[in-house]
């Protein structure tokens, strides 16, 4: 009799929540005994782990769910799984698209800046962050997931960025920048870099800390950067093949985690739940945005002048508590220059029949530290002072050459004039306001201030051989140049 006494008082206990809900006029005692009975540790015992977002991570079920009556809201569209994984390759995508106007002009930078790199390191960091997820399993560092599942999460994004990477690079056929065959777009070894350091994120960056994400994707970043130096591809391909290896990196997990549910499933890192609010804000992106010179090239010069630019860069930080960190940009600027107000010289009008001056642009490569505050729930700002070198392209004033000097000459132009801005101390101020999409994704706009004043030096070309197409030049003048700027655009946040 006490069995068949202590089940049907079980049974009413389980049942009680539904019966309050759909009769609360007539069950108001019923609900004081529910909430009474839930407070009795000796009962029933609270979960080890009691963060909503660790629930989330590890596919765990609330020990007490089924005494819950409070009803759960409905997950905003951008916070839905498909949202939160394709905010990053929408993201890289869409400045894919963005940067196709201007890849030639990217190019030509490099061109200018180092036109005879070439390095072979690209073949094999891309591999890297894969590498290292095995080395540490060896080594006894446990990831998020089994070694068995996470190989098969692996080899799944493997197939699929293979498949969609090389069908497009043989439908669409689009040349390399260095001309060698038509399989530039997108990069294989970009979207191969990034899927291996978002598989490096997944297991060990999410999982254990956010400095194994970091360390992958700056080697998956620095891939991308070392596949355009190499003049392999331009960077809507990069971007793109960026954006490509994290999403099929994604899905492949979206796959895995519907295959093999809590079978594979390492116990919880102390990291793993851990929402915005409880970490230090540290960051990485990717920013691109318009530029304005206010320096010696402002339009209100009567010599040339500077259209609007574009700048392009890396930026990232690592804080030590909410409000302060270190980080650290890498950009890059260039201006079309106008040479309206230049005029030709009456002993060269019979040859030239238009000048033309080359895009100026420099490098920056600056550090220093960074400051962060919550603006609301959803939106933070963050300011720094970084302060490094700038690195100047050398470039020309050209000529065009009239139709039949061209045949005399082989060539359609020739340079007249070369200037070359030296290295010089850069320093910036400059933040950003950004809206988190969720705990690991953040859109921003920034703004940013630099100061930059190089030494610059030119040349007169004396000679020019149609045969070798060699010049040759003579000195004749160094003097300073106001080259600071400043630049308003978009950034993509990875937050760590």
Not at 227 to 249: C, E, F, K, S, Y
Request: overall charge positive; charged content about 20%.
């Amino acid at each position: 009799m006490n069995k068949i006494t202590s089940i049907a008082f079980f049974a009413l206990l389980f049942c009680l929540p539904s019966f309050a809900k759909n009769y609360n006029k007539t069950s108001q005692s019923i609900e004081a005994i529910c909430n009474l009975t839930l407070k009795k540790p000796e009962l029933i015992k609270p979960a080890k782990y009691n963060h909503p977002l660790l629930y989330q991570t590890h596919h765990t079920i609330y020990a007490l769910s089924l005494w819950d009556e409070t009803k759960t809201e409905k997950t905003k569209w951008y916070n839905s799984k498909a949202a939160r994984i394709s905010y990053v390759p929408a993201a890289l995508f869409a400045l894919g698209t963005y940067s196709w106007q201007y890849r030639k002009n990217i190019r030509e930078l490099r061109n200018r800046y180092i036109p005879t790199y070439e390095n072979r390191l690209d073949d094999y960091i891309q591999y890297t962050p894969a590498l290292a997820v095995y080395g540490l399993n060896l080594a006894g560092v446990q990831g998020k997931h089994s070694l068995e599942r996470a190989t098969v999460s692996y080899a799944l994004s493997g197939l699929m960025t293979f498949g969609l990477v090389t069908s497009m690079k043989y439908s669409i056929k689009e040349l390399r920048p260095d001309e060698s065959s038509r399989n530039s777009f997108p990069s294989g070894h970009t979207a191969n870099a990034f899927m291996n350091a978002t598989f490096f994120h997944k297991e060990y960056g999410q999982y254990r800390s956010p400095l194994y994400s970091f360390f992958g994707y700056a080697l998956a970043s620095w891939t991308g950067v070392m596949r355009q130096l190499n003049n392999r591809h331009w960077m809507p391909d990069v971007l793109v093949g960026a954006g490509i290896g994290v999403l099929m990196t994604e899905l492949a997990y979206v796959i895995t985690d519907r295959k093999y549910g809590n079978k594979g499933l390492n116990s919880p890192h102390k990291y793993s739940g851990r929402t915005y609010q409880e970490r230090n804000p540290s960051f990485l992106n990717v920013k691109i945005g318009y530029s304005s010179a206010d320096g010696d090239l402002a339009k209100n010069n009567d010599d040339i002048y500077a259209h609007t630019g574009f700048t392009a860069g890396l930026e990232g930080a690592y804080f030590f508590n909410r409000r302060f960190g270190i980080g650290g940009q890498i950009l890059i600027t260039s201006f079309s220059i106008n040479s309206d107000n230049l005029e030709i010289i009456p002993e060269l009008r019979p040859y030239i029949s238009k000048l033309n001056t080359q895009a100026m642009g420099s490098a920056y490569y600056m550090a220093g530290p960074y400051f962060h505050t919550n603006l609301g729930n959803e939106f933070s700002l963050m300011m720094n002072v970084t302060a490094g070198y700038s690195r100047g392209a050398e470039g020309s004033i050209i000529g065009k050459l009239t139709p039949a000097n061209q045949q005399i000459m082989k060539t359609k132009e020739i340079p007249l004039i070369q200037y070359n801005p030296g290295d010089a101390f850069a320093w910036s101020p400059g933040g950003q306001v950004w809206k988190r999409l969720n705990d690991r994704i953040a859109l921003g706009l920034y703004g940013h201030y630099i100061f930059n004043t190089p030494e610059m030096d030119t040349y007169d070309i004396t000679d020019y051989s149609p045969e070798t197409k060699e010049i040759t030049r003579t000195y004749t003048d160094t003097f300073e140049i106001d080259f600071s700027q400043w630049s308003v655009g978009f950034t993509i946040n990875a937050l760590f």
